[in-house]
């Protein structure tokens, strides 16, 4: 009879709309298009010769048939997510699965890799980049700044808070700033540095700094990465996290000449359910803070 099943992905796509009774939210849940759930569900009711769905006034609503396929495709999903879970739960080398914003993964997360392989051999940690709101089951932990309203239902723990600063290439110094100590200034002429992803970073600064900033030359940049980027090859000055800056800083490629401050916002490690003591999580949770 197996042979006669219709492609589980057809299935699938069923099952999300005739749980979520709705197109579109299966196409969300799926990251698919409405027309791709469409077109899965129109192919499966082809291949079985029955309506799942009936159609009126641009909504959908489940058919006998499509009720009693919903039960079964739900009951063999469910069955499906149970087995994934056990074996994974029970693999001697669970693979962790960490989401973090693309610019602090590459600027600051992946360079200290190492040190924590070298702590902990054992622990499999698969790094995906994404940002904003986590979709916990893809993903087990997420790497997030409280910059978006999160679901009241996450687990946060704390990271490090956010400190910003402008930041340029040592030999743009003379042209960036003027003056010394509690004179020192940016000069007008110098270039801004902005992104299309933190459009309001010079802005968080002055607030922070409690300094004005007159009109100047800018520069924009779709990602934060870039402006950073930029700051370093000399083509401006930008607004510089200290994470995401301090090993150039370190290493004599960017300097900050008014230091770093707290902008109000900070990162946490997000989870859906709490970090269990001496878990693979709760390993992972103690290394970033030592790392921060």
């Known amino acids: 009879m197996r042979a006669w099943l219709p492609p589980l992905g057809g299935l699938r796509c069923f099952e999300a709309a005739a749980?979520?009774?709705?197109?579109?939210?299966?196409?969300?849940?799926?990251?698919l298009t409405h027309g791709?759930?469409?077109?899965?569900?129109?192919?499966?009711?082809?291949?079985?010769?029955?309506?799942?769905?009936?159609r009126r006034n641009q909504r959908v609503h489940l058919?006998?048939?499509g009720a009693r396929l919903r039960d079964a495709a739900a009951s063999a999903f469910d069955g499906l997510a149970a087995a994934v879970h056990e074996l994974r739960s029970t693999s001697r080398s669970p693979?962790?699965?960490?989401?973090?914003?693309?610019?602090?993964?590459?600027?600051?997360?992946?360079?200290?890799?190492?040190?924590?392989?070298?702590l902990h051999p054992r622990i499999a940690l698969q790094l995906v980049?994404?940002?904003?709101?986590?979709g916990f089951g893809e993903v087990d932990l997420a790497i997030r700044r409280d910059d978006f309203e999160r679901d009241a239902r996450v687990h946060a723990q704390f990271l490090f808070e956010e400190r910003i600063g402008p930041v340029c290439s040592p030999r743009l110094r003379a042209q960036v700033v003027s003056g010394a100590g509690s004179r020192l200034r940016l000069r007008a002429r110098a270039t801004r540095l902005h992104s299309a992803t933190r459009?309001?970073?010079?802005?968080?600064?002055?607030?922070?700094?409690g300094r004005g900033l007159a009109d100047a030359p800018s520069q924009g940049f779709e990602h934060?990465?870039?402006?950073?980027?930029?700051?370093?090859?000399?083509?401006?000055?930008?607004?510089?996290?200290?994470?995401?800056?301090r090993d150039e800083i370190d290493a004599g490629l960017l300097e900050a000449p008014f230091g770093f401050l707290a902008d109000g916002s900070a990162y946490h490690l997000l989870s859906p359910a709490p970090i269990a003591p001496e878990s693979d999580a709760a390993h992972l949770l103690d290394w970033l803070r030592s790392q921060a």
């Open 19 to 31: 749980r979520l009774g709705s197109f579109s939210r299966a196409a969300e849940e799926l990251h």
């Open 36 to 54: 791709a759930i469409s077109r899965a569900v129109r192919s499966l009711e082809d291949a079985l010769g029955v309506a799942l769905f009936e």
């Open 63 to 65: 058919t006998a048939a």
């Open 95 to 118: 693979v962790l699965v960490l989401s973090c914003e693309p610019t602090l993964l590459m600027r600051w997360l992946i360079p200290r890799l190492p040190s924590f392989h070298a």
């Open 129 to 134: 980049a994404g940002g904003g709101p986590v």
């Open 199 to 209: 459009p309001g970073a010079w802005s968080d600064w002055a607030r922070a700094s």
């Open 224 to 245: 934060f990465y870039f402006s950073l980027q930029a700051a370093s090859a000399g083509v401006g000055v930008a607004i510089g996290p200290w994470q995401l800056v």
